[in-house]
């Protein structure tokens, strides 16, 4: 009997220490989707602000909003702890944005700040559009930079 | 030099008749992303509403103000012309939704509605999530049973 509560133990502790494959395709679908959203209205603002897209103020302002609207998703559930590039294949979500959630949801919160400046300008004229971009791509790069793996 | 012309002028109505397969996957993504951020906060709601996950009104209401989120992101680029079901694979989206696109974007509208109902009452008591989670859950299946093909 006692040897079967050892046993059964020891299983325990060894669950305890191999990671469980836990599954967070769900969770990397939904925060990998939301910066397609983001991809696509940053592509229709962008080719507004180099002139390959011929500038249309209420398209641009649907564009901008819908990336405010990004901005506004709760990033908690979308970024469980363990869903790392370490942790698991098919992200390149880096540790740091545990680690250091702070930064993380500082930068988060910057994008929100540079989708907002957009949402003001986008409709007063294709020349607005450029200054804005800039911050949105210095927002975007600033994130990458620390907490994305290279490809 | 004049068959020349017709060969190329050939090549040009074969190419004009052959559906020419326009990649779509990035739109792809970005709606199917879309769904699963709601999923995801769906699940949260609904968990709650069942007594599966314990009620937490901060947690809820943040669940709620994604899925409005959500809805506030513009359909137009997510939906192209051409990236239906029986135009490319990868989608179960039913050419209805550009046939009858009123009744798509008055379901999506509908849905909008319904997550900001949830977002109304999503802090005020764990009671109140199922009524709410009951009205999500007819507007995602209204525009299911219409506009997407079963698996």
Known sequence: MKKTVFTLAAVAAVIGTVAVAQDYSANLKARQGQFRILALNIGILGGMAQGKIAYDAEAAQRAA??????????PGPLWPEGSDNMSIDGTRAM???????????????????????????????????GPAMGKLGGACKACHDKHRAPE
């Open 65 to 74: 909003d819908s990336m405010v609207a990004v901005t506004h998703i709760d």
């Open 95 to 129: 540790p740091s944005i545990w680690d250091e959630n702070a930064d993380f949801l500082a930068k988060w919160g910057a994008l929100g700040e540079a989708a907002a400046g957009m949402q003001q300008v986008a409709a007063t004229g294709q020349e607005a559009l």
